[in-house]
């Protein structure tokens, strides 16, 4: 099967307008696990929180490909594909938890919690008979390892020798936004998760979509969480791979913001209120004083500070037209019981029954459904300007979803000559 | 209590389980709101956060104003995939009754079906409820949905 785009399909060289088949080319999804997933990136694997204690293990994925990471005895984290060296069995089959080596169910291959084999029931054969030839070698059979680094309490992981030490990969941007939320020890409060029938991109667009943020969701724009009329921006690194957009809430009054909604025709009428506002409740906790905060660090993961509600989220490409997205919320390991159960209270925002979140999987699928049968035309990506790829300090803009796609470009091999970088 | 005491009681926590399932499939808000007591509580708890000791849930109303802000916002503000509803529900398994309140577990499945009239499985779980029996009148105190499908389609805007 070819890939059905090449570079001088950009219609325009700036990325201001996005082919529809980049969603739904099968061919281009199995070149992006290759050029992306396993490209010269760092993907985050998890936290560190999650695996305190030698031998804890979790499973995730890097595109499609199932990953363990693991501590091991001396305290050191690894992490290998899950896919036995024998017969490509997958060797740990539960979601999370405690092991001193792993062994495949298939065949009892044996291996360390590092990922080297070390067990292979009946090497020499039985009675005398059968067994591995002399000429195995089992140091040659362990699984697949991945790359680990660890910065400020994140895993990340790399099938590439190419990618640059952590430091630079993330930029300075990333390392003072992302650091600034795992600036104090963490505790991970739980998991939430969603299954989306839409391309992965398409979340990477979402998250870097400015302008989407209190028209979609309607509860941002009510509750002066993100509105268009706040003091905000969306910024990226010096590549544009990686994103922020960034809120003060308070920085507008509720009466006009409530104008500039009406004036522009999305809502004139009452506003709703709540009994209890503590979910809409800043406790300011970070000494820029930023409200809401929703990065993205290329190539799969998300963090977020939405008030107080913190979390990193994964993304898992599940073929060309689903994901799933896993939410991994935390609090700081030295939060009181109040601020535990203000967290807890704020995650009815986020997640698949976020007040301020359930939207956006039905706002990509609909994309999907739609974007199927016309392959051969564009979306239009003009919000905040065209040409250049740069900084913008509001969040009328979709400047940074050109961002995404210049990286993109440059790591799948689609990018046009002369375009915007 | 005797047999037919036991009996009747089944019954009405029976039939009220099955009706406050109902009202959300009917989206009669207002009667699954009265389903709760004024001291109620509703959690919506993936399954994999209870094995692993977490408290974090998809929807957590820790008190009815609360819950009534759930809905207000889902009628109100949250946009979703329009589609019908049908929870099926289990017998209910009266586990125990202390000072008045019953311990009460019923399994569920629901059939999420689009306006194009396409049917899917959309969840399994189980309700853990705790309730109130005063008068011949049943109210949840609380409601833990244990979501064993906690990787969910889409969204999930109507609560289960």
Known sequence: MSISIGAQDWPHKDYSRVPFRLYHDEALYQREQKNVFRGPVWSVLGLEAEIPKPGDYRLTHVGEESVVYVRDAQGEIRAFVNRCAHRGAEVVRFPAGNAED?????HAWNYSLAGDLQGVPFRRGANGKGGMPASFDIKQHGLLKLRVTVWNGVIFGSFSGDAEPIEAYLGPLMRDHVGELLSRPIKILGYQRQRVKANWKLYHENIR????????????????????????????????????????????????????YAENGVQSGNYMTLNDYAMATHTKENPRGISTRIISVFPNAFFHQIYNSLAMRKIRPLGHGEFELVWTLFGYADDDEAMTRHRINQANMVGPAGLISMEDGEALEMVQRSTAPRQDISGVVEMGGVGAIRDLDTRAQEVTIRGFWAYYSRLMGLEREGAER | MNMKDSQGMDTLISRFVLDSAMALDREDFDHWLDCFADDGRYVVMPRENRAQGYDLALMYCDTKPVLQDRISVLRHASKF?????????????????????????????????????VSNLFCAGGYEDRIRVQDGKARLVERIVLLDSFSVPNCLAIPL
Request: net charge negative.
């Open chain 1, 102 to 106: 792993f062994t495949c169910i298939y």
């Open chain 2, 81 to 117: 995939n329009p589609h019908y509803d049908r929870h099926i529900i289990s017998a209910s398994l009266v586990r125990g009754m202390e000072a008045g309140i019953a311990t009460v577990e019923t399994n569920f499945l629901v059939v999420q079906t689009t306006l194009t009239g």
């Open chain 1, 209 to 260: 979509d400015a302008y989407h943020g209190s028209l979609l969701h309607e509860f941002n724009r009510t509750f002066g969480m993100s509105r268009l009329t706040q003091v905000a921006g969306g910024h990226m690194d010096s590549q544009h791979r990686h994103s922020i957009l960034f809120q003060y809430a308070g920085s507008d009054s509720d009466e006009e913001a409530r104008k500039a």
